[in-house]
């Protein structure tokens, strides 16, 4: 998970390496940097946290951090004087860095079979509902609760857990299946 997360973000990672390195020349103490901590959280973080894929969502918010600790890196600091390190020259390495990424990296949209699996997939839900009605149970897509208008009973990926603690409302959603 973080080998494919840091192969999707490296640019902005090698922005913060090198901001960071330029700090450390300038003798700014790059280490006492707060938004560093906010990046180095989230990689510690999301292996702890990955569910399923959700390791990326927990992920995500070391992207902007690194973008507001390279700009904070390489900003004016105390002590030296305005315009030591260009404000507008560092926000335009930001943007051109965030335009490479976007430019280099597709946008994941559903593909011919990915819509006929989906077609297929809920054409079964609608039909079981309407030859052997409803309730549902469906751990993913939670879409599917969509289609037959039902109130979504469960999050995918953390019910089956909770359900074997029989933490409150888990008897509830059964009950209500059964």
Do not use: C
């Not at 002590?79 to 860095?97: D, F, N, Y």
Request: charge should be positive; hydrophobic fraction near 55%.
């Amino acid at each position: 998970m973080l080998a494919f997360f840091v192969s999707r973000t490296w640019g902005v990672l090698a922005a913060l390496v090198l901001a960071f390195s330029v700090a450390a020349w300038r003798r700014a103490a790059p280490w006492r940097e707060p938004a560093l901590l906010l990046v180095a959280g989230a990689f510690l973080l999301a292996p702890a946290m990955e569910k399923q894929g959700g390791g990326w969502n927990y992920l995500l918010p070391a992207v902007p951090a690194a973008a507001i600790a390279v700009g904070r890196l390489l900003g004016d600091r105390e002590g030296e004087p305005p315009g030591a390190a260009r404000p507008g020259l560092v926000s335009a390495l930001i943007a051109a860095l965030a335009l490479a990424i976007a430019a280099t990296r597709p946008f994941p949209l559903p593909t011919p079979a990915d819509r006929a699996a989906a077609a297929v997939l809920y054409d079964f839900v609608r039909s079981f509902v309407r030859d052997h009605g409803g309730p549902i149970l469906v751990s993913r897509p939670d879409l599917a609760y969509f289609l037959v208008h039902q109130q979504v009973e469960i999050e995918g990926t953390s019910y089956a857990h909770l359900a074997a603690r029989h933490l409150p409302g888990t008897d509830g959603a059964l009950a209500r299946l059964r």
